[in-house]
């Protein structure tokens, strides 16, 4: 039980509760299906089914950006899809991504032999490429494009090994980073946000490599399970003759060095988030661009010196995750968490490490570029379970308490 969980964290307890009755307004929908057309209200029904983390802020944005980031997601989620699918054989998948940016102007065209999960958005793509046609020329411009290039991209890796950090970074730009640059570039033609975002596309492709990179060093065992390799060889050679061999407790060490050699190189995407970050002037489009970040930062802190990425699954509590997004509204609480988790790095940060030395570079240019007078602190201790439930009840009263001060005869 995830209240559970926070027994020890009561701010979390109390951000959980609210969010649970709904109280969250970072996260409160702006659009309602019942008023869509069918086709508009589908893709909304396909967005909360395959996405996890997503669906909620894409909902809480502004206006008819909304609808073409709730587009443009279903759209990639589709070409994702096809990549994932791994009983298409290479001799049609490699067209077929090549090839799928032209499926958005062909009415007719949906795919029903996948076997993966999300496989409903193929199978009704008609539906999703009707919703298209029917954007703004700007958005769908900005859509066409990137599902362009993202095609091509993900076709390079099929035969080509990540060598290099060179080659790590050229991945993730291509499934994340071209994310970015689509969204930037979609938040400048809605008008909500300034030419200058969607023309920076190095700072939107860095914020997109902050968040792959943070996945990808999370996700080590589960893609040395599914037999993907997805961290750079020139990294993990340095420690070990084979990836896999991580996974042995024995060799402990050497794994954990070579995860603090992913994280730093993580870290050094940092200034250029803030500098992104500093620039956005609409709430809904600062809160859709905060939250991913925020959970970046707190989960590679959760990584950082932890051997036990190589023996399950390290994640941040959802108790933590609810509040960092209920907080993280401004520039400052942006800057707080940050810094927060930053600083708890810095203390695990040991000279023996064979990446000390360029980890400690990383946190001090981080630390530069986060500096407020804004605080984010976090209990780290332990409460009896008795007071957690003597909070809960406390906190379930009071929004009774309200809901009833607020009814009138």
């Known amino acids: 039980m995830e209240l559970l969980k926070s027994a020890g964290h009561p701010e979390e307890i109390f ?27 589908r893709c909304y029904e396909y967005l909360n089914k395959t996405s996890r983390s997503f669906a909620a802020v894409i909902q809480a944005l502004d206006a008819e950006l909304r609808h073409a980031v709730c587009v ?13 699918d791994m009983t298409i054989p290479l001799s049609r998948k490699i067209p077929m991504l090549t090839q799928f940016h032209s499926n958005l102007y062909n009415a007719d065209w949906k795919f029903l032999k996948s076997q993966e999960k999300d496989k409903v958005v193929l199978e009704d793509f008609l539906t999703i490429s ?22 091509h991209g993900m076709t ?29 570039k979609l938040f400048s033609a809605s008008g909500l946000e300034a030419t200058v975002i969607g023309q920076d596309t190095d700072l939107a492709n860095s914020m997109g490599l902050f968040l792959q990179k943070t996945n990808i060093i999370r996700d080590y065992l589960e893609d040395i399970i599914d037999g993907r390799v997805f961290w ?35 870290l050094t995407h940092i200034p250029d988030v803030m500098e992104y970050m500093s620039r956005i002037n609409n709430q809904s489009v600062f809160n859709f661009c905060a939250i991913p ?24 509590r959802k108790g933590e995750a609810v509040r960092m997004m209920s907080e993280a509204t401004t520039l400052d609480n942006v800057k707080a968490i940050f810094r927060h988790f930053i600083l708890r790095i810095q203390s695990r940060v040991r000279s023996s490490d064979p990446s000390a030395t360029r980890t400690m570079a990383a946190i001090n240019a981080a630390l530069e570029c986060t500096k407020t007078e804004a605080k984010y602190d976090t209990s780290d201790y332990y409460i009896p379970l008795y007071m957690s439930v003597v909070l809960m009840v406390a906190a379930i009263a009071w929004h009774y308490l309200n809901l009833f001060s607020n009814y009138s005869y």
């Open 156 to 184: 390079v890796f099929f035969s080509r090994e990540l060598n290099t950090q060179e080659d790590w970074n050229e991945y993730c730009h291509y499934v994340a980073g071209l994310v970015g640059i689509g969204l930037s």
């Open 293 to 316: 970040q925020v959970m970046a930062i707190a989960t590679l802190e959760r990584l950082y010196a932890n051997g036990k990425v190589f023996q399950g699954v390290v994640k941040i």
């Open 15 to 41: 951000a959980l509760l609210q969010y649970k009755f709904g109280k969250s307004a970072v996260l409160q929908s702006k659009c309602s299906t019942k008023e869509m057309p069918p086709t508009m209200r």
């Open 232 to 266: 750079p060889k020139s990294v993990w050679s340095k420690y070990t003759d084979k990836l896999e061999d991580f996974r042995a407790l024995e060799n402990s060490g050497q794994a954990v060095c070579c995860l603090n050699d992913l994280v730093t190189n993580a």
């Open 72 to 84: 443009f997601y279903l759209v990639l989620r589709a070409l994702d899809t096809v990549e994932d």
């Open 130 to 151: 009707h919703e298209f046609r029917g954007l703004n020329k700007s958005y769908q411009e900005v859509i066409a494009d990137i599902t362009k290039r993202m095609g």
